[in-house]
């Protein structure tokens, strides 16, 4: 339930810590006196956008503060779960909004950072307000099919169908996705099996271009290389004054010199490894040379394969990797479209296995509502009884859908007949306000016991009743606050009088400032605000607000 709301500069009320209790709690005062702004506050605490104008004049911002005790927070927990924000401590849910002159709005939940959306989901589960032109969820025949499934238990049975309706729903998506490419033209086909086939007689491999390249190079400068070598030999061992000649005549002299002078021996230790490797190395020097071809045709080879691989880089990727992986896409693709066909099949059998299973959980979730719509509908009409609604009639029918919706086989449709006399018709054609509002009572009525949400709130909705209709509505909605929070916003006495705990919302001048403020009412104060609420404050007023105090 509601504990504490809290305002702060919010149109006339300047600062307000309101501690409710349990039952039904009514609050009452003068036309403009600001009851309305009790209202507000927990709509701003339900997520409802804020208008700047709200924040009382001359000040920054205003806050709006909402502290719930909750019995069970498992639900609660959930959404809370949902959106990544801690749960409640302690059974208690704490929501804040600050509203800001200059924009800077601000909500918070536990005291951690939320969104409108956060407080929009948790507000479905704490609070249901109702004014009166606020119908539009009794009106709702998705509403209504809700509250049917409330009355008949079965959210096991419509869990159960929901989870089937989105798996056919997948299917069907998937099936769609397939059909669509089935269209793909004859010319992607052909482009298709083109770029594989330029791919594929390439045959490129990833490690070649290395090798290429080099072979290329080689071969593209052979003449230069052969000039080289031929220079390179010809120093080495060609003719007088050539490097080995020149070695030769050193080896003959060196063993001399050794005979002569043992240290002059010990210069030329490395003499001889070194004349062994300058002869191999002219002997490398020609094989090499001689292995070397020049032949044009190779060239033009290495040039055309160069240009094949630059080619599919530069169409289908920037390395032969990217080629290889375009490749493979592309195969995938090809091997898609042409495989469509069985696809299609498996797809479409798998659309129909679902579909059978979404109609079995349908009919079991249908079965279900239609043995509750019949008892809902002669509780609902007792209940519109006690309203007034004494020779009025009220049923609830189930039509099939052409196709299955996200809730079922079917929708539900409230029939009211009024009058006597007249033609029942949906109850969203035909309804005034007074009787919508006498209507949403017996409906809350009759699904008091399955209803979960622990406040109800009712803005003025017992407006266009007065006398016996007016304490029938009192009794209603007291009989509701044996199992819920009632809060209610009313300008009947006879409504008044059975509250648990009534306040007095009133308008003062201080300062050439208007405030409104909020007090209890017990005692005397009580018997003066329903004496006036009757029209008076003589004797016979304080005297029937005595005797309904009393009743």
Same mark, same amino acid.
């Given at each position: 339930?509601?504990?504490?709301?809290?305002?702060?500069?919010?149109?006339?009320?300047?600062?307000?810590?309101?501690?409710?209790?349990?039952?039904?709690?009514?609050?009452?005062?003068?036309?403009?006196?600001?009851?309305?702004?009790?209202?507000?506050?927990?709509?701003?605490?339900?997520?409802?956008?804020?208008?700047?104008?709200?924040?009382?004049?001359?000040?920054?911002?205003?806050?709006?503060?909402?502290?719930?005790?909750?019995?069970?927070?498992?639900?609660?927990?959930?959404?809370?779960?949902?959106?990544?924000?801690?749960?409640?401590?302690?059974?208690?849910?704490?929501?804040?909004?600050?509203?800001?002159?200059?924009?800077?709005?601000?909500?918070?939940?536990?005291?951690?950072?939320?969104?409108?959306?956060?407080?929009?989901?948790?507000?479905?589960?704490?609070?249901?307000? =109702?004014?009166?032109?606020?119908?539009?969820?009794?009106?709702?025949?998705?509403?209504?099919?809700?509250?049917?499934?409330?009355?008949?238990?079965?959210?096991?049975?419509?869990? /159960?169908?929901?989870?089937?309706?989105?798996?056919?729903?997948?299917?069907?998506?998937?099936?769609?996705?397939?059909?669509?490419?089935?269209?793909?033209?004859?010319?992607?086909?052909?482009?298709?099996?083109?770029?594989?086939?330029?791919?594929?007689?390439?045959?490129?491999?990833?490690?070649?271009?290395?090798?290429?390249?080099?072979?290329?190079?080689?071969?593209?400068?052979?003449?230069?290389?052969?000039?080289?070598?031929?220079?390179?030999?010809?120093?080495?061992?060609?003719?007088?004054?050539?490097?080995?000649?020149?070695?030769?005549?050193?080896?003959?002299?060196?063993?001399?010199?050794?005979?002569?002078?043992?240290?002059?021996?010990?210069?030329?230790? !490395?003499?001889? /490894?070194?004349?062994?490797?300058?002869?191999?190395?002219?002997?490398?020097?020609?094989?090499?040379?001689? !292995?070397?071809?020049?032949?044009?045709?190779?060239?033009?080879?290495?040039?055309?394969?160069?240009?094949?691989?630059?080619?599919?880089?530069?169409?289908?990727?920037?390395?032969?990797?990217?080629?290889?992986?375009?490749?493979?896409?592309?195969?995938?693709?090809?091997?898609?479209?042409?495989?469509?066909?069985?696809?299609?099949?498996?797809?479409?059998?798998?659309?129909?296995?679902?579909?059978?299973?979404?109609?079995?959980?349908?009919?079991?979730?249908?079965?279900?509502?239609?043995?509750?719509?019949?008892?809902?509908?002669?509780?609902?009409?007792?209940?519109?009884?006690? +309203?007034?609604?004494?020779?009025?009639?009220?049923?609830?029918?189930?039509? /099939?859908?052409?196709?299955?919706?996200?809730?079922?086989?079917?929708?539900?449709?409230?029939?009211?007949?009024?009058?006597? !006399?007249?033609?029942?018709?949906?109850?969203?054609?035909?309804?005034?306000?007074?009787?919508?509002?006498?209507?949403? +009572?017996?409906?809350?009525?009759? +699904?008091?016991?399955?209803?979960?949400?622990?406040?109800?709130?009712?803005?003025?909705?017992?407006?266009?009743?007065?006398?016996?209709?007016?304490?029938?509505?009192?009794?209603?909605?007291?009989?509701?606050?044996?199992?819920?929070?009632?809060?209610?916003?009313?300008?009947?006495?006879?409504?008044?009088?059975?509250?648990?705990?009534?306040?007095?919302?009133?308008? =003062?001048?201080?300062?050439?400032?208007?405030?409104?403020?909020?007090?209890?009412?017990?005692?005397?104060?009580?018997?003066?605000?329903?004496?006036?609420?009757?029209?008076?404050?003589?004797?016979?007023?304080? /005297?029937?607000?005595?005797? +309904?105090?009393?009743?």
């Amino acid at each position: 339930m509601l504990t504490v709301l809290k305002i702060q500069n919010l149109a006339l009320v300047e600062d307000l810590t309101w501690e409710l209790g349990r039952g039904l709690v009514c609050v009452t005062g003068e036309t403009g006196a600001g009851k309305s702004v009790i209202v507000g506050a927990l709509k701003l605490v339900l997520g409802e956008r804020a208008d700047r104008g709200l924040i009382r004049s001359g000040e920054e911002q205003c806050t709006v503060e909402a502290v719930f005790h909750l019995g069970n927070t498992a639900e609660v927990n959930a959404i809370l779960d949902q959106f990544g924000l801690d749960p409640c401590e302690d059974d208690t849910l704490v929501i804040k909004r600050v509203i800001g002159a200059s924009g800077g709005n601000r909500q918070f939940v536990n005291c951690g950072p939320a969104t409108l959306q956060v407080l929009k989901a948790l507000g479905g589960s704490l609070v249901d307000l =109702h004014g009166p032109h606020d119908h539009q969820s009794l009106l709702s025949r998705d509403r209504q099919l809700a509250m049917l499934d409330a009355y008949a238990g079965c959210q096991s049975a419509a869990t /159960a169908y929901r989870q089937a309706y989105r798996d056919w729903r997948v299917a069907v998506e998937d099936l769609a996705a397939a059909s669509e490419q089935r269209q793909a033209s004859d010319q992607e086909i052909d482009l298709l099996q083109h770029q594989l086939e330029e791919i594929e007689q390439a045959d490129p491999k990833p490690e070649e271009e290395t090798d290429l390249e080099q072979t290329y190079q080689v071969a593209s400068n052979s003449r230069r290389i052969l000039e080289l070598c031929a220079r390179v030999a010809g120093r080495l061992n060609e003719g007088p004054g050539s490097i080995l000649d020149g070695l030769e005549e050193l080896a003959r002299l060196a063993p001399e010199l050794g005979r002569l002078d043992n240290r002059a021996a010990a210069l030329f230790e !490395g003499f001889h /490894a070194a004349h062994v490797e300058l002869q191999e190395l002219a002997g490398a020097i020609e094989q090499y040379a001689g !292995g070397l071809e020049t032949d044009p045709a190779e060239l033009a080879a290495l040039e055309e394969r160069i240009h094949v691989l630059e080619t599919l880089k530069r169409k289908y990727g920037g390395s032969i990797e990217a080629v290889l992986e375009r490749r493979d896409q592309m195969a995938a693709r090809l091997a898609g479209i042409e495989g469509r066909e069985q696809t299609l099949t498996e797809l479409q059998q798998q659309v129909d296995q679902r579909r059978q299973a979404l109609d079995r959980a349908g009919v079991a979730l249908h079965q279900q509502r239609q043995a509750a719509a019949a008892p809902l509908a002669e509780e609902i009409t007792a209940q519109l009884a006690d +309203l007034g609604f004494r020779q009025s009639g009220f049923s609830l029918t189930l039509s /099939a859908l052409e196709q299955p919706g996200p809730s079922g086989l079917e929708e539900a449709d409230f029939i009211f007949a009024p009058n006597p !006399g007249e033609p029942a018709q949906p109850l969203r054609l035909i309804a005034s306000s007074g009787e919508m509002s006498r209507v949403m +009572l017996a409906v809350k009525s009759a +699904l008091a016991r399955q209803d979960s949400i622990p406040l109800l709130v009712f803005d003025e909705i017992d407006a266009n009743v007065g006398g016996r209709i007016a304490q029938a509505v009192g009794r209603k909605m007291a009989a509701l606050a044996a199992t819920h929070q009632v809060i209610s916003i009313t300008h009947l006495p006879q409504v008044a009088a059975l509250a648990d705990r009534q306040y007095l919302v009133s308008k =003062h001048v201080e300062g050439e400032r208007t405030r409104s403020t909020l007090m209890e009412l017990e005692g005397e104060a009580r018997i003066e605000e329903l004496a006036r609420m009757l029209g008076g404050e003589d004797r016979s007023a304080r /005297a029937h607000a005595l005797t +309904l105090l009393q009743a």
